[in-house]
């Protein structure tokens, strides 16, 4: 049901597509990419802009109703729980045991024995309470 | 207090936008609910919430969506590049960071930020150290040039957090 006459409705689909086309890269990065930390960063995030393209596309195409701020607050609860889940992931990987792809150039996080060996320079603040 | 006032505010904000219904029984129900809520859910909401109510904070923290869009679908198209590329020109590795971010919330939402720029993925936070699995690490002195792109995201997240 896409009206041609109705530039907003071109652009939601045209949102859409691109939002396909990235989460289609994320496939084959998944795919082609080397170790699971390479496969995170394909996986998980080109997924997530593809994803949350689709997301846009259904808000430009249907409007700030109902349906529309589901989309949005979708969008919001996905580009703020998989970069988490992406961290969670690799960082059970590396302390697991699982050694980067033999290409890799380097890897801090084991030189410092997983964070163990560095002296952070200041503990986070907390905000005072108001 | 204050807090409870920040968690009940978008608490109910939520609850408009999913409900998307205006009369007055909907709008009581959800107000009783989201008090309730926010009193029952202080203890483990972020120390940070209040500061959003601060209308320069929350103008930085909408501002600051546009821009990391932009550096998302950039990277992405980076990222598209190398997957699809026949040699696949990656040159993967995990670089040092340390940030200058004081704050719990600050730390999370840069480390998230890394995150969703793809290209760079946080692995872990301690203290003020980061550890990031780049794609491509760059020739010459990985840790500096990582340290130096995380400078644009603080600038915003200090206005928003700090």
Known sequence: MIDFSNPLH????GVMAAGLAFDLVGCIGLVRLPDVYNRLQAGTKCVTLGTCLLLL???????????????????????????????????????AGYALWKGSVGDRYAEDDEGRNIQPAAAADRPKEA | MKKILALFVFAFLFWLAVTWTFDVASIVTGAVVC???????????????????????????????????????????????RVLHPALPIRPGIVRARTSLKTP???????????????????????????????????????????????????FIRRIFE
């Open chain 1, 57 to 95: 596309g259904v808000l430009l195409r249907f409007g700030f109703g109902s349906m529309g701020w589901k989309a949005l607050l979708c969008l919001w609860f996905i580009a703020m729980t998989s970069p988490t889940a992406a961290h969670a992931i690799a960082r059970a990987a590396h302390r």
């Open chain 2, 35 to 81: 008090a309730a809520l926010a009193a029952a859910l202080v203890g483990v909401g972020l120390d940070e919430a209040p500061l959003l109510l601060l209308p320069h904070r929350l103008f930085w923290a909408l501002a600051y969506v546009p821009v990391l869009f932009l550096y998302v679908v950039r990277a992405n198209l980076d990222v598209a590049y």
């Open chain 2, 105 to 155: 919330a600050g730390r999370v939402l840069l480390a998230n930020s890394i995150t969703l720029t793809p290209g760079t993925l946080s692995v872990d936070l301690t203290g003020d150290v980061l550890y990031i699995h780049c794609i491509h690490v760059p020739e010459d002195d990985p840790d500096g040039a990582m340290e130096r792109s995380l400078a644009r995201f603080e600038t």
């Open chain 1, 10 to 13: 071109l652009l939601a689909y």
